[in-house]
Protein backbone atom coordinates (compact mmCIF):
# COMPACT_ATOMS: atom_id res chain seq x y z
CA UNK A 1 0.00 0.00 0.00
CA UNK A 2 0.89 3.92 -0.02
CA UNK A 3 3.76 4.88 2.32
CA UNK A 4 3.58 8.92 2.26
CA UNK A 5 7.36 10.48 4.44
CA UNK A 6 7.87 13.85 5.22
CA UNK A 7 10.52 15.91 6.23
CA UNK A 8 11.49 17.62 8.42
CA UNK A 9 9.85 16.80 11.36
CA UNK A 10 10.41 19.87 12.75
CA UNK A 11 11.46 23.22 11.01
CA UNK A 12 12.08 26.79 12.75
CA UNK A 13 12.67 29.63 10.54
CA UNK A 14 12.81 33.22 10.69
CA UNK A 15 10.15 35.54 10.21
CA UNK A 16 10.45 36.51 6.48
CA UNK A 17 12.38 33.59 5.69
CA UNK A 18 10.99 30.44 3.18
CA UNK A 19 9.95 27.16 4.56
CA UNK A 20 10.07 24.03 2.18
CA UNK A 21 8.80 21.00 3.44
CA UNK A 22 9.37 18.09 1.33
CA UNK A 23 7.35 14.52 1.17
CA UNK A 24 7.84 11.36 -0.74
CA UNK A 25 5.56 8.51 -1.78
CA UNK A 26 5.35 5.36 -2.79
CA UNK A 27 2.29 3.83 -4.84
CA UNK A 28 2.90 5.44 -8.65
CA UNK A 29 -1.13 5.17 -8.84
CA UNK A 30 -1.24 7.96 -6.71
CA UNK A 31 -2.53 11.26 -8.67
CA UNK A 32 -4.05 13.94 -5.79
CA UNK A 33 -1.77 15.36 -3.02
CA UNK A 34 -3.01 17.53 -0.66
CA UNK A 35 -1.72 19.52 2.52
CA UNK A 36 -3.02 20.32 5.55
CA UNK A 37 -2.24 23.10 7.94
CA UNK A 38 -2.90 22.46 12.21
CA UNK A 39 -2.78 25.10 14.35
CA UNK A 40 -2.05 24.08 17.92
CA UNK A 41 -5.61 22.40 19.32
CA UNK A 42 -7.58 23.09 16.39
CA UNK A 43 -8.79 21.45 13.61
CA UNK A 44 -6.88 20.45 10.49
CA UNK A 45 -7.22 22.80 7.41
CA UNK A 46 -6.85 21.97 3.58
CA UNK A 47 -4.40 24.69 2.25
CA UNK A 48 -3.44 23.34 -0.59
CA UNK A 49 -3.79 20.45 -3.11
CA UNK A 50 -2.00 19.30 -6.40
CA UNK A 51 -2.91 16.86 -9.21
CA UNK A 52 -0.73 14.57 -11.31
CA UNK A 53 -1.89 16.68 -14.48
CA UNK A 54 0.24 19.48 -13.01
CA UNK A 55 3.61 20.48 -11.82
CA UNK A 56 3.27 22.90 -9.80
CA UNK A 57 0.63 25.01 -7.82
CA UNK A 58 0.61 28.93 -5.96
CA UNK A 59 -2.22 30.27 -3.90
CA UNK A 60 -0.45 33.66 -2.58
CA UNK A 61 2.72 32.55 -0.10
CA UNK A 62 2.14 28.85 0.04
CA UNK A 63 3.39 26.91 -3.41
CA UNK A 64 3.65 22.98 -4.28
CA UNK A 65 5.54 21.26 -6.69
CA UNK A 66 4.95 17.77 -7.69
CA UNK A 67 7.48 15.38 -9.26
CA UNK A 68 5.77 12.04 -10.07
CA UNK A 69 9.03 10.48 -11.97
CA UNK A 70 10.48 11.03 -8.03
CA UNK A 71 7.81 10.72 -6.17
CA UNK A 72 7.64 13.60 -4.60
CA UNK A 73 6.16 16.47 -3.55
CA UNK A 74 6.70 19.69 -1.69
CA UNK A 75 5.08 22.53 -0.16
CA UNK A 76 6.65 26.04 0.04
CA UNK A 77 5.60 28.94 2.04
CA UNK A 78 7.09 32.58 1.56
CA UNK A 79 7.64 35.58 3.44
CA UNK A 80 6.84 33.25 6.77
CA UNK A 81 4.77 34.91 9.33
CA UNK A 82 4.30 33.87 12.78
CA UNK A 83 0.62 32.97 11.77
CA UNK A 84 2.29 29.98 9.99
CA UNK A 85 3.46 28.18 12.76
CA UNK A 86 1.76 24.90 12.74
CA UNK A 87 2.08 21.02 12.06
CA UNK A 88 1.71 21.09 8.07
CA UNK A 89 0.62 17.30 6.63
CA UNK A 90 1.37 16.27 3.48
CA UNK A 91 -1.17 13.36 1.69
CA UNK A 92 -1.52 11.11 -1.20
CA UNK A 93 -4.37 9.54 -2.80
CA UNK A 94 -5.42 8.00 -6.29
CA UNK A 95 -7.74 10.69 -6.24
CA UNK A 96 -9.69 13.72 -3.81
CA UNK A 97 -12.27 10.93 -3.39
CA UNK A 98 -10.16 8.28 -2.37
CA UNK A 99 -8.13 6.70 0.68
CA UNK A 100 -6.16 9.16 1.70
CA UNK A 101 -2.26 8.22 3.14
CA UNK A 102 -1.19 11.16 5.43
CA UNK A 103 2.89 11.61 6.13
CA UNK A 104 4.00 12.42 9.66
CA UNK A 105 3.71 15.90 10.21
CA UNK A 106 6.12 18.62 10.47
CA UNK A 107 5.80 21.24 13.41
CA UNK A 108 6.87 24.42 11.35
CA UNK A 109 7.95 27.91 14.03
CA UNK A 110 8.20 30.94 12.77
CA UNK A 111 9.99 33.09 14.82
CA UNK A 112 9.46 36.76 15.16
CA UNK B 1 -23.00 28.74 7.68
CA UNK B 2 -20.92 25.95 6.04
CA UNK B 3 -20.79 23.62 9.28
CA UNK B 4 -19.87 20.43 10.17
CA UNK B 5 -21.14 19.35 13.70
CA UNK B 6 -19.75 16.03 15.70
CA UNK B 7 -21.21 14.75 19.25
CA UNK B 8 -20.16 14.37 21.55
CA UNK B 9 -17.47 16.34 21.55
CA UNK B 10 -15.76 14.43 24.73
CA UNK B 11 -16.85 11.06 25.52
CA UNK B 12 -14.99 8.72 28.58
CA UNK B 13 -16.40 4.84 28.02
CA UNK B 14 -15.39 1.84 29.40
CA UNK B 15 -13.92 -1.21 27.27
CA UNK B 16 -16.56 -3.42 25.26
CA UNK B 17 -19.90 -0.69 25.56
CA UNK B 18 -20.89 0.18 21.98
CA UNK B 19 -20.38 3.92 21.21
CA UNK B 20 -21.38 6.13 17.79
CA UNK B 21 -20.04 9.35 17.22
CA UNK B 22 -22.38 11.29 15.32
CA UNK B 23 -21.40 13.21 12.06
CA UNK B 24 -23.74 16.04 10.21
CA UNK B 25 -23.48 18.47 7.57
CA UNK B 26 -25.17 21.24 6.33
CA UNK B 27 -24.02 22.13 3.04
CA UNK B 28 -25.45 18.61 0.88
CA UNK B 29 -21.66 17.63 0.11
CA UNK B 30 -21.68 13.98 -1.34
CA UNK B 31 -18.03 12.90 0.04
CA UNK B 32 -17.78 12.78 3.90
CA UNK B 33 -14.91 10.78 6.10
CA UNK B 34 -13.73 10.35 9.61
CA UNK B 35 -9.89 10.43 10.70
CA UNK B 36 -7.99 9.54 13.67
CA UNK B 37 -5.07 11.97 15.36
CA UNK B 38 -2.60 10.43 17.68
CA UNK B 39 0.11 11.66 18.89
CA UNK B 40 3.22 10.92 17.08
CA UNK B 41 1.21 8.87 14.62
CA UNK B 42 -0.11 11.94 13.31
CA UNK B 43 -3.61 11.66 10.82
CA UNK B 44 -5.12 8.96 9.30
CA UNK B 45 -7.88 8.31 7.96
CA UNK B 46 -10.75 5.53 9.01
CA UNK B 47 -13.37 5.29 6.74
CA UNK B 48 -14.73 7.37 3.67
CA UNK B 49 -18.16 7.86 1.74
CA UNK B 50 -18.65 9.25 -1.48
CA UNK B 51 -22.17 9.24 -1.30
CA UNK B 52 -25.42 7.67 0.15
CA UNK B 53 -24.89 4.04 0.54
CA UNK B 54 -21.35 4.10 -0.56
CA UNK B 55 -19.03 3.62 2.03
CA UNK B 56 -15.06 2.57 1.53
CA UNK B 57 -12.45 1.63 4.26
CA UNK B 58 -9.64 3.88 4.89
CA UNK B 59 -6.04 3.44 6.25
CA UNK B 60 -7.57 1.73 9.86
CA UNK B 61 -10.82 0.54 9.81
CA UNK B 62 -10.34 -2.24 12.00
CA UNK B 63 -12.89 -2.01 15.25
CA UNK B 64 -15.24 0.41 13.80
CA UNK B 65 -18.26 0.85 11.29
CA UNK B 66 -19.98 3.44 9.81
CA UNK B 67 -23.12 3.57 7.63
CA UNK B 68 -24.90 6.31 4.77
CA UNK B 69 -28.26 6.13 5.19
CA UNK B 70 -28.66 9.57 4.18
CA UNK B 71 -26.30 12.82 2.80
CA UNK B 72 -26.00 14.92 5.60
CA UNK B 73 -24.77 12.11 8.29
CA UNK B 74 -21.96 9.59 8.95
CA UNK B 75 -22.24 8.21 11.87
CA UNK B 76 -18.98 6.59 13.47
CA UNK B 77 -19.47 3.43 15.47
CA UNK B 78 -17.59 1.28 17.77
CA UNK B 79 -19.06 -2.08 18.26
CA UNK B 80 -16.71 -3.08 21.14
CA UNK B 81 -14.10 -0.28 21.78
CA UNK B 82 -11.12 -1.14 23.43
CA UNK B 83 -8.52 1.32 24.87
CA UNK B 84 -6.45 1.02 22.12
CA UNK B 85 -8.93 3.83 20.38
CA UNK B 86 -8.50 6.39 22.19
CA UNK B 87 -8.01 9.28 20.38
CA UNK B 88 -9.06 12.27 19.26
CA UNK B 89 -11.33 11.97 16.02
CA UNK B 90 -12.55 14.08 13.42
CA UNK B 91 -15.30 13.99 10.88
CA UNK B 92 -14.88 16.15 7.24
CA UNK B 93 -16.51 16.93 4.12
CA UNK B 94 -15.33 17.45 1.19
CA UNK B 95 -15.76 19.76 -1.73
CA UNK B 96 -14.54 19.82 -5.03
CA UNK B 97 -12.46 22.58 -6.79
CA UNK B 98 -9.59 24.49 -8.42
CA UNK B 99 -8.63 23.52 -4.79
CA UNK B 100 -11.04 21.32 -3.17
CA UNK B 101 -11.97 22.25 -0.30
CA UNK B 102 -13.13 20.23 3.27
CA UNK B 103 -15.02 21.44 6.47
CA UNK B 104 -14.01 19.34 9.28
CA UNK B 105 -15.56 18.74 12.56
CA UNK B 106 -14.43 20.44 15.47
CA UNK B 107 -13.34 16.97 17.07
CA UNK B 108 -14.43 14.11 19.05
CA UNK B 109 -12.21 13.62 22.29
CA UNK B 110 -12.58 10.01 23.01
CA UNK B 111 -10.84 8.11 26.29
CA UNK B 112 -11.81 3.95 26.27
CA UNK B 113 -10.66 3.03 29.74
Known amino acids: GENVEQHPSTLSVQEGDSAVIKCTYS??????FPWYKQELGKRPQLIID?????GEKKDQRIAVTLNKTAKHFSLHITETQPEDSAVYFC???????????FGPGTSLSVIP | EAQVTQNPRYLITVTGKKLTVTCSQN?????MSWYRQDPGLGLRQIYY???????DKGDVPEGYKVSRKEKRNFPLILESPSPNQTSLYFC????????????FGPGTRLTVL
Open chain 1, 91 to 101: AASISSYDKVI
Open chain 2, 49 to 55: SMNVEVT
Open chain 1, 27 to 32: DSASNY
Open chain 1, 50 to 54: IRSNV
Open chain 2, 27 to 31: MNHEY
Open chain 2, 92 to 103: ATRRPGQTDTQY
